[in-house]
């Protein structure tokens, strides 16, 4: 199987070795850059990359700037990392067209499970099918089956199935789940969640148990062994 090329950019060296060291024992290619404009050099020399991770204070250009002008020409997945963890920073790094923004210091296990995470959302949009734990999910056709059967689910219950599959072993807080299932426009309560997911536990009958609550973070999804 082809290896997965991934672009890393952050002016610390130490960072970029940490980050490619992790990434290199999940077998992926790992391509550096040192600062946004190299980055950009970079993505635009290799037309094989299949994810971008940019830090945002980079010298000569910083990661949102980077990001613009990969966004202009590509649909690439990237990954914003920095030391900031401000909700504008946040708000500022989606602003520009990330899929992802990882606040430092993080653990460099998570970051490789998120980027999976991503690149399987990315992967599976072209089939519109998502599998897991006898779950199937026609995303064209909005139809869930459990074991074969059909369920019924609301449009919003429906998405949140979706993003659980699409993020399987990850745990998610309440707010990213927002951020992603009702976007930044819904200003609605957190507890919206609970209330969705114990609606949408209910339907899957047994195989609810597979969404895990996370105590003080969120929820998980994970295929029972």
């Known amino acids: 199987m082809e290896r997965v090329k991934i672009l890393i950019a952050d002016d610390e060296s130490r960072m970029r070795k940490l980050i490619r060291d992790f990434f290199v024992v999940k ?7 040192e600062n946004g404009e190299q980055a950009v050099d970079i993505f635009f020399e290799n037309k094989d990359i299949s994810l971008v991770i940019l830090d945002v204070m980079m ?12 966004r202009e020409y590509s649909k690439v997945p990237i990954v914003m990392l920095t030391a900031r963890g401000e909700e504008r920073d946040e708000l500022q790094g989606f602003d520009c067209g990330a899929d992802e923004y ?5 653990s460099p296990k998570i970051l490789v499970a998120r980027v999976e995470a991503l690149l ?11 599998e897991a734990g006898g779950i199937l999910v026609d995303k064209s056709a ?8 059909r369920v019924d689910l609301s449009y919003k219950e429906f998405e949140l199935l979706c993003y659980f599959l699409e ?3 990850i745990a998610l807080s309440r707010e990213r789940i927002l951020n992603h299932v009702w976007n930044y426009d819904y200003f609605g309560d957190a507890r919206t969640i609970d209330t969705h997911v114990k609606k949408l536990r209910s339907k899957m ?12 973070v969120g929820y998980k999804f994970e295929v029972d062994s």
């Open 167 to 169: 993020n399987r072993g």
């Open 120 to 130: 399987r959302r990315t992967n599976t949009a072209q089939s519109d099918v998502l």
């Open 27 to 33: 077998n992926f290619t790992v391509l550096e850059a």
């Open 102 to 106: 990882i606040s430092k210091p993080f």
């Open 59 to 70: 010298p000569v250009t910083d990661g949102y700037q980077a990001c613009r002008t990969i």
């Open 205 to 216: 009958g047994a195989k609810g148990d597979q969404i895990k609550t996370i105590w003080g």
């Open 142 to 149: 909005h139809e869930t089956r459990i074991d074969g059967e």
